[in-house]
């Protein structure tokens, strides 16, 4: 069965800061995996996925990501928040079957100006 | 550049009434999905729906509800007795292959 983690409910960072999101997965086979955002009162955005291609993924908005087998992590990165980047964040992993996604709870990540 | 679209934006409604939740999923998917997200909670996992039939559900989609896709575009989800525990907001996705794309949901609220 395939689960997610992710590391606290809440990030917060100054503007211009590094952005590190953390997640981690658990699969028995190998996995897709995505990271959603959502802004307040909106729905979910794909910020990026990995795919079993390149392991460092980049997506939308300066994001990206680095899938690390070893450590089962698919943990998203920034190198400079910016304001607009306060939202939720949820990374999920799927597998090859019907493509059902597996959530993690989220993190909101909070910008400081 | 297309994309799922869901209505009504909001719906509320008194327990025990059914509802049904609209959606059309991008033309060309072939697999479609319900997802809910109560409030301040994580997104769940409902129903798939793949070849006109459902192809995996959670322990949530219980007889109360069911989906369909009465033509080639919409694929609805009624619930047929809501609870007050259904309040949540509800996300349609589609996708080709293992890439979701998500509608903006619908909230409902269960008074």
């Known amino acids: 069965a395939q689960s997610v983690t992710q590391l606290g409910s809440h990030v917060s960072v100054s503007e211009g800061a590094l952005v590190l999101l953390r997640c981690n997965y658990s699969s028995s086979v190998p996995p897709y995996l995505f990271w959603y955002v959502q802004y307040p009162n909106q729905g979910l955005q794909l910020l990026l996925k990995y795919t079993s291609a390149a392991t460092l993924v980049k997506g939308i908005n300066g994001f990206e990501a680095e899938f690390k087998k070893s450590e089962t992590s698919f943990h998203l990165t920034k190198p400079s928040a910016h304001m607009s980047d306060a939202a939720e964040y949820f990374c999920?992993?799927?597998?090859?079957?019907?493509?059902?996604?597996?959530w993690g709870a989220g993190t909101k990540l909070i910008i400081k100006p | 550049e297309p994309e799922v679209t869901q209505t009504p934006s909001h719906q509320v409604t008194q327990m025990g009434q059914e509802v049904i939740l609209r959606c059309v999923p991008i033309s060309n998917h072939l697999y479609f999905y319900w997802y809910r997200q109560i409030l301040g909670q994580k997104v769940e996992f409902l129903v798939s729906?793949?070849?006109?039939?459902?192809?995996?559900k959670s322990e949530i989609f219980d007889d109360q509800f069911s989906v369909e896709r009465p033509d080639g575009s919409n694929f609805t989800l009624k619930i047929r007795s809501t609870k007050l525990e259904d309040s949540a907001m509800y996300f349609c996705a589609s996708s080709s292959k293992e890439t979701q794309y998500f509608g903006p949901g619908t909230r409902l609220l269960v008074l």
């Open positions: 999920a992993v799927s597998v090859y079957s019907n493509y059902q996604l597996i």
């Open positions: 729906f793949y070849n006109n039939e459902i192809s995996e």
